[in-house]
């Protein structure tokens, strides 16, 4: 199931680019001033199990 879920989400990484991507770990934070596609300012998780420094 994992498999297919990073499928769509490459998909939509994709589909909607953002002007800057920044990786933590396995976690991306995309970033595009002024856009009023939610989407585009995001943080999303690649792997949910990585909770290490949550804070």
Do not use: C, Q
Not at 2 to 8: K, Q, W
Not at 41 to 47: A, H, K, M, R
């Amino acid at each position: 199931m994992l498999a297919v879920v990073r499928r769509y989400e490459a998909a939509g990484f994709r589909a909607w680019p953002a002007a800057a991507v920044h990786y933590d770990g396995t976690w991306v934070v995309r970033l595009t001033a002024g856009h009023p596609a939610k989407r585009l300012n995001s943080v999303n998780p690649l792997d949910p199990g990585d909770t290490h420094a949550i804070e």
